[in-house]
Nanobody, 119 residues
Framework: QVRLVESGGGSVQAGGSLRLSCAAS????????MGWYRQPPEKQRDLVAR???????MYADSVKGRFTISRDSAKNTVYLQMDNLKPEDTAVYYC?????????????WGQGIQVTVSS
C-alpha cells in the first residue's frame, strides 16, 4: 500500500509564494511519475504539473513560468514551488504518483491541501 502525505499549503496574498511537498511511502519498488492537480471550488480537477522518472516536466499553460515542479528521488518526494501566485490559483491541490509496488502498478492520490490566494 502506498501512502502520500502533502504539506505546505496555506493562505497568501497575490504575488506571494508557496511550496508544496508530497512524500510517498510504503512498499514502493519504483516511481514512474509524480504530479499535482488542482480543483477550484465547483470546478473540475485539472493537471497543474507533472514530472516523470527521467526528470521530464510538463505544466499547464496557466502556470508556466510561475510554478516549478521538482523531485527528490531518494526521498520519494515531489515539490511544487509556486511563485507570483494569483487569486485564480486558489484551489485544493492534490498530489498523484504512479508507482510500481508489491501489488503492481497503480496511481495513488493524496488527500488534498488548500491553497488560498487573496487579492
Amino acid at each position: 500500500q502506498v501512502r502520500l502525505v502533502e504539506s505546505g499549503g496555506g493562505s497568501v496574498q497575490a504575488g506571494g509564494s508557496l511550496r508544496l511537498s508530497c512524500a510517498a511511502s510504503g512498499s514502493i519498488f519504483s516511481i514512474k511519475a509524480m504530479g499535482w492537480y488542482r480543483q477550484p471550488p465547483e470546478k473540475q480537477r485539472d493537471l497543474v504539473a507533472r514530472i516523470n522518472s527521467s526528470g521530464t516536466t510538463m505544466y499547464a499553460d496557466s502556470v508556466k513560468g510561475r510554478f516549478t515542479i521538482s523531485r527528490d528521488s531518494a526521498k520519494n518526494t515531489v515539490y511544487l514551488q509556486m511563485d507570483n501566485l494569483k487569486p485564480e490559483d486558489t484551489a485544493v491541490y492534490y498530489c498523484i504518483t504512479q508507482v510500481v509496488s508489491d501489488t503492481g502498478s497503480s496511481a495513488t492520490w493524496g488527500q488534498g491541501i488548500q491553497v488560498t490566494v487573496s487579492s
